[in-house]
T-cell receptor, first 112, second 113 residues
Framework: QQQVKQSPQSLIVQKGGISIINCAYE??????FPWYQQFPGKGPALLIA?????SEKKEGRFTISFNKSAKQFSLHIMDSQPGDSATYFC???????????FGAGTILRVKS | DSGVTQTPKHLITATGQRVTLRCSPR?????VYWYQQSLDQGLQFLIQ???????AKGNILERFSAQQFPDLHSELNLSSLELGDSALYFC????????????FGDGTRLSIL
């Protein structure tokens, strides 16, 4: 049972372009939505996170857009760079909960 | 560097054996979480400890157990190992028990031969 659905599985973007990764969820008890970046041989690193009381959060080149009514959220990477090439995971956590439920991941490759 | 330390980085063993994975959380963090990452199941939550007490349980097999010690480090014990247990095992930590960001270590890669 996949509680958080992530797409696409893989993505190739030209340097300087915009990378967009989408996630959808069903559980309305989720109230915290982080994105993690993982490089080969490393653990997931927290990139940016959002709560459903805001529709957008921006940190540098990374922006989360959140649509509560559609139960969807997305990560936008502006001015994508080869160093952004990694696997990106969306996740969700229930209010007062503990465990993170992860999407399946998106392998991003930024071509120089 | 997340500040979460996991040892060993790699572990190779045989079916039926038992192994112990170790995690030292970030300084000041009271919660430790264990996750399993495999190609077919993705990242799955196993168990959480907060200040020495079990706080939440996920899809953890009965052959697996964990504990958190008074110095807050945690160990994940995997026994009667099967080929399907081959995976990356990650530890994460957070300051408190609930609504705080989780920071991950670099994992232990377990290979069962």
């Amino acid at each position: 049972q996949q509680q958080v659905k992530q797409s696409p599985q893989s993505l190739i973007v030209q340097k300087g372009g915009i990378s967009i990764i989408n996630c959808a969820y069903e559980n309305t008890a989720f109230d915290y939505f982080p994105w993690y970046q993982q490089f080969p041989g490393k653990g997931p690193a927290l990139l940016i996170a959002i709560r459903p009381d805001v529709s957008e959060k921006k940190e540098g080149r990374f922006t989360i857009s959140f649509n509560k009514s559609a139960k969807q959220f997305s990560l936008h990477i502006m001015d994508s760079q080869p160093g952004d090439s990694a696997t990106y995971f969306c996740a969700a956590r229930e209010e007062y909960g503990n465990k993170l439920v992860f999407g399946a991941g998106t392998i991003l490759r930024v071509k120089s | 560097d997340s500040g979460v330390t996991q040892t060993p980085k790699h572990l190779i063993t045989a079916t039926g054996q038992r192994v112990t994975l170790r995690c030292s959380p970030r300084s000041g963090d009271l919660s430790v979480y264990w996750y399993q990452q495999s190609l077919d199941q993705g990242l799955q939550f196993l168990i959480q400890y907060y200040n020495g007490e079990e706080r939440a349980k996920g899809n953890i097999l009965e052959r697996f157990s964990a504990q958190q010690f008074p110095d807050l480090h945690s160990e994940l014990n995997l026994s009667s190992l099967e080929l399907g247990d081959s995976a990356l095992y990650f530890c994460a930590s957070s300051v408190g028990g609930g609504n705080q960001p989780q920071h991950f270590g670099d994992g232990t890669r377990l290979s069962i031969l």
